[in-house]
């Protein structure tokens, strides 16, 4: 698993088990302030008929004791509101039905005492919190009681209430995670797109692109460390084209002609490869392949290539083994194994008849292709000891004479587009 997905799992977790353990907590408390509710409304019910049951009770006045019920029973959450004399039965109620009962005898489970009770109200079965309180008169200094006051909420009101609660918690929640999911993916992708350049970077060097440059523009360590990635390929490219300028020189001691003409040849196939369309990494593994195409000469006897007059079979065939000598001398360095198939088949022809190996059309690489035409046309515009070169009209007229034949049709003329735009050389 990557770094950042790493980082995102493991910062959503921390805010998941961080806005659940709040939830939690939140609804807790949540539960003990609606309990606290409850139990502050039945101390004002209880506390209210203290102060106003008493003198209707002392005159068994059950219009008025119902009047001031009545006023009550509209509490919300309030299952039963009872009022009982002295002798306990029931004098004021929101059942009519227990109207002068017995209470203990009707509905024993409100006298007990218990705080949560199960019983059948109005012919509902309900679980209520039970409150009582007691009814007394001043006589002296002592209390005289003269009835009990009652009164039941139901534990689903309760419940419904904390439903609500765990619904909007939730969904606080789930907005506060989402908010903070979207917001850690924002900040990872802030953070690691630098990092994600380096890595590209990095890989892209190490398959041989020299050329490739990070752009990094956060103004933070990963644009300084972005610079300093840059500068280090600044001087590997430098090491590496003291490389090809050092097997040029070597070749240079067996061909005076072959380090201009590489030069030559490697602009002329790089612009090529560009108007062709190749990727950054394979034009720039042709323009190495260009300069570095004749080092095979080193292994090639210095009489052949000094010879001004005809050659001979055996020495034609002696010329015709330096692309796989030149594959030889740079096969075992790593950067430049791309390299080593373009120059092996730069002599190979579009028809078949080329060598080393007689491959034809699409079988050769196509950076191969463009080279033998940018070769070619090189060779025949510079003048050498045994012949005079041609100029610019002549030298094209041969390259569409061997269309098909020689050179890849395509690729001829999108070379020739290119030299008429720089004038005959690039």
């Known amino acids: 698993m990557k770094i950042r997905s790493q980082l995102i799992l493991g910062i959503i977790a921390i805010v998941i088990l961080s806005v659940t353990a709040t939830t939690v907590v939140l609804v807790r408390d949540a539960g003990e302030i609606i309990q606290g509710q409850i139990n502050e409304k039945a101390v004002i019910i209880i506390?209210?008929?203290?102060?106003?049951?008493?003198?209707?009770?002392?005159?068994?006045?059950?219009?008025?004791?119902?009047?001031?019920?009545?006023?009550?029973?509209?509490?919300?959450?309030?299952?039963?509101?009872?009022?009982?004399?002295?002798?306990?039965?029931?004098?004021?109620?929101?059942?009519?039905?227990?109207?002068?009962?017995?209470?203990?005898?009707r509905l024993p489970q409100i006298v007990t005492g218990e705080n949560n009770v199960s019983l059948k109200y109005k012919g509902r079965d309900y679980s209520v919190i039970a409150f009582s309180g007691t009814v007394d008169v001043k006589a002296g200094h002592s209390k005289t009681e003269v009835g009990k006051i009652y009164a039941g909420f139901d534990n689903e009101y309760v419940k419904e209430k904390l439903f609500k609660v765990y619904v909007k918690s939730a969904g606080i929640a789930a907005g506060v995670i989402i908010i903070s999911i979207l917001f850690v993916i924002a900040l990872m992708h802030r953070v690691m797109n630098p990092l994600n350049n380096l890595v590209s970077g990095t890989n892209k060097i190490a398959a041989g692109d020299l050329s490739y440059k990070i752009k990094i523009s956060a103004g933070n360590e990963f644009q300084e460390l972005a610079n300093s990635f840059n500068?280090?390929?600044?001087?590997?490219?430098?090491?590496?084209?003291?490389?090809?300028?050092?097997?040029?020189?070597?070749?240079?001691?067996?061909?005076?002609?072959?380090?201009?003409?590489?030069?030559?040849?490697?602009?002329?196939?790089?612009?090529?490869?560009?108007?062709?369309?190749?990727?950054?990494?394979?034009?720039?593994?042709?323009?190495?392949?260009?300069?570095?195409?004749?080092?095979?000469n080193i292994g090639v006897k210095r009489r052949i290539l000094d010879k001004k007059d005809p050659l001979t079979a055996d020495d034609v065939l002696e010329i015709q083994k330096h692309p796989e000598i030149g594959a030889k001398i740079i096969k075992n360095i790593d950067a430049l194994k791309d390299v080593v198939?373009?120059?092996?088949?730069?002599?190979?022809?579009?028809?078949?008849?080329?060598?080393?190996?007689?491959?034809?059309?699409?079988?050769?690489p196509v950076e191969a292709r463009i080279l033998a035409v940018a070769d070619a046309y090189d060779a025949m515009t510079?003048?050498?000891?045994?012949?005079?070169?041609?100029?610019?009209?002549?030298?094209?007229?041969?390259?569409?004479?061997?269309?098909?034949?020689?050179?890849?049709?395509?690729?001829?003329?999108?070379?020739?587009?290119?030299?008429?735009?720089?004038?005959?050389?690039?």
């Open 47 to 105: 506390n209210y008929f203290k102060g106003v049951s008493a003198e209707p009770l002392l005159n068994n006045d059950e219009v008025t004791l119902n009047t001031y019920l009545n006023e009550m029973i509209s509490t919300e959450g309030l299952v039963y509101l009872i009022i009982t004399g002295r002798d306990g039965d029931v004098k004021a109620g929101n059942d009519s039905s227990l109207l002068g009962a017995g209470l203990k005898n």
């Open 231 to 296: 500068g280090m390929t600044d001087k590997l490219k430098d090491y590496y084209d003291g490389i090809l300028n050092a097997f040029t020189v070597a070749v240079d001691t067996q061909d005076k002609y072959i380090p201009a003409h590489a030069k030559r040849v490697s602009k002329m196939a790089l612009k090529t490869a560009v108007a062709a369309g190749l990727s950054p990494k394979r034009a720039e593994n042709l323009r190495v392949a260009a300069i570095l195409k004749d080092v095979g």
């Open 341 to 364: 198939p373009i120059i092996v088949a730069h002599h190979e022809r579009f028809d078949g008849n080329g060598y080393p190996d007689g491959k034809k059309g699409e079988e050769i």
């Open 382 to 426: 510079t003048e050498r000891e045994h012949r005079k070169a041609l100029d610019k009209e002549e030298a094209v007229y041969e390259l569409r004479l061997n269309k098909g034949k020689q050179f890849d049709p395509v690729i001829t003329e999108r070379f020739i587009e290119v030299i008429n735009k720089e004038g005959g050389k690039a």
